[in-house]
């Protein structure tokens, strides 16, 4: 979850490094719990056959084991299930001779809860319940005091610090803005926080806090490519190209679903021609082609896109959800006023496809 509302920070202020007077914007981001589970996998569950060894003794004689997560919302709290292993023994003479053990569910209730600097998200547990196979709760005290003690806090470890994410930011921003820019980089970073999270049927809403441009930015038209842009950029487009088929691919593979990929190819193919186009010059009597394929198909894709990512594993998925989060908050920024001058138009792409290019040269340079 770290990487992912990272990439989606570093996207929103991009744009913001070249402003000055600011004023405090709130911009919503959703967390699916597809998302959620990914990254409490993917931080936890990196023991043998996918399980999170929340305990052991020196001799791993005793231990406390979590098995395949199920994560959903209940009552303004996220609902976590894991299926338990545990065993209490003691070591004689390098044997192990196990005394108890019990099989059985752990669930628990987190709320999403913010600091009181509200510099850090993180989901602390508000009550654990344990079941046995047959639904009956565990009865056993020693055992259910360890779990209480043992699995909760590592259960709460999943979180967000904006502190100690400040610096990745500021180096990630820096590589693909100019370097008289990052004063101002600094200043955004510092008024970064979180200003709402709460739980709800389809995953966390997040509100992060940040200040913008006082006024909307009248960026001037961008010129179209040149021979040479066109040849860099179609360079750096057929790496995200060959990715999303190769994933369309695998996901129709994985969900047996031949309408999946003719639905995700079609638009794939759209989003090539609509881009290219974009990047040459256009009548100014004729209607955008970035514009007109975001409106007309970014309601059809989004769905498709969260189908895939719930599919994919978890570092493909991850890459997924970022995607779709990502363009859902270039229109959130288009409502408050496109306060950073990102706009959803050719202008926009050649904007941001020259800001990508010249990121990307300057790493390759290093």
Known sequence: MNKYLLTIIVSILAGAAKTGLAEPHNLPIQLDYSLIKKAVVSQLFKGEGGAAEVWND????????????????????????????????????????????????????????????????????????????????????????????????????????????????????????????????????????????????????????????LKKLNPKPEAPFTEAEQKQWQANWQEWDGFLSKAINQAASETQSQELRDTLTEILVESRSAFQAGLKSQSPESADPVRVFFTDTWQKLAPQLRTLAKELPEIEGLRY????????????????????????????????????MAGKQQAEAK
């Open 58 to 213: 020196k001799h791993k004689c005793s231990f406390l084991k979590l098995y395949n997560p199920r994560i959903s919302g209940e009552g303004g709290q996220i609902k976590l299930l894991n299926d338990v292993q545990a065993q209490l023994g003691k070591s004689f003479a390098g044997q192990c001779i196990p005394f108890l053990a019990w099989d059985g569910a752990l669930e628990t209730f987190q709320k999403p809860t913010i600091s009181a600097d509200q510099s850090v998200l993180s989901i602390p547990v508000t009550k654990a319940n344990a079941y046995d196979k047959q639904g009956r709760q565990l009865a056993i005290a020693q055992l259910q005091d360890l779990i209480l003690k043992a699995a909760a806090p590592k259960l709460a470890e999943v979180k967000l610090d904006l502190n100690k994410s400040r610096g990745d930011m500021e180096r990630t921003l820096t590589g693909f803005l100019p370097k008289e820019n990052a004063g101002e980089i600094k200043k955004i970073l510092a008024t970064l926080k979180f200003s709402g999270a709460e739980a709800n049927d389809d995953g966390i809403k997040v509100k992060l806090a940040f200040d913008a441009p």
């Open 321 to 356: 959800m970022t995607f779709i989060a990502a363009t859902d908050v270039m229109y959130e920024l288009e409502n408050i006023g496109a306060p950073f001058g990102l706009e959803v138009s050719s202008d926009g792409l050649r904007r941001l496809a020259r800001m990508l």
